[in-house]
C-alpha cells in the first residue's frame, strides 16, 4: 500500500500548526481523556479511517483504556464496558458523525443526554473533538493515508 501523498496537513504546517491547537483547547476543556480518545476512535471506526483508528487504539491505550474497552468500542450500546457520560459522548458521536443518515441529524434526546453529564465547556470539547476527527478522517481517507506510517 501507498498513499497518494503526504497528510494535506502535514504539507501546509500552518494547516497543522492550527489543528494542534484546537486538540489542546479540546484537552483542556474538562472532559476525561479516555473519552476523548474512545470517540475518536469510534468516529474514526465510522469513517473507515485505517490510519486513525490504528492511532487512536494505541493513544487510548496510552490514556488507559483497556483492551477490553478498545475491542468492545464498535459495539458499546451492548457493551457492558462503558460508563453513562461515556455512552452519551459515544451516541453524539455517531449522531454527529453520520450527519446524512437521518433529518435531524443530532436530536434533541441525544443531545440532551450529552448535556446530563457535560456542561458546556465539556460539550464544547466534545464537540470539536468529533470534528477535528472527522477532519483527519477525511484528509486520511482522501489521500490514502497508511495504518503505523505516522510512528
Same mark, same amino acid.
Given at each position: ?34 473519552t476523548l ?8 471506526? +465510522? ?25 468492545? +468500542?464498535?459495539a458499546w ?32 434526546? +441525544? ?30 481517507a482522501t ?9
Open positions: 500500500m501507498q498513499s497518494r501523498m503526504q497528510n494535506p496537513a502535514a504539507v501546509l504546517p500552518d494547516a497543522m500548526s492550527s489543528i494542534q491547537q484546537l486538540f489542546k483547547a479540546v484537552h483542556a476543556g474538562g472532559v476525561e481523556g479516555q480518545e474512545l470517540v475518536h476512535l469510534r468516529v474514526s471506526q +465510522i469513517n473507515g479511517c485505517s490510519a486513525c483508528v490504528d492511532g487512536g487504539a494505541k493513544t487510548a491505550r496510552k490514556a488507559g483504556v483497556s483492551d477490553e474497552r478498545l475491542a468492545a +468500542i464498535a450500546r451492548e457493551a457492558p464496558y462503558f460508563t453513562e457520560p461515556e455512552r452519551a459522548a459515544l451516541a453524539l458521536a455517531e449522531a454527529a458523525t453520520r450527519l446524512a443518515d437521518r433529518p435531524d441529524a443530532v436530536s434533541d434526546d +441525544i443531545w440532551d443526554a450529552a448535556a446530563t453529564h457535560f456542561d458546556e465547556k465539556q460539550l464544547a470539547a466534545l464537540v470539536l473533538m468529533i470534528g477535528v476527527t472527522n477532519l483527519f478522517n477525511r484528509l486520511n489521500t490514502r493515508q497508511i495504518a503505523s506510517a505516522w510512528g
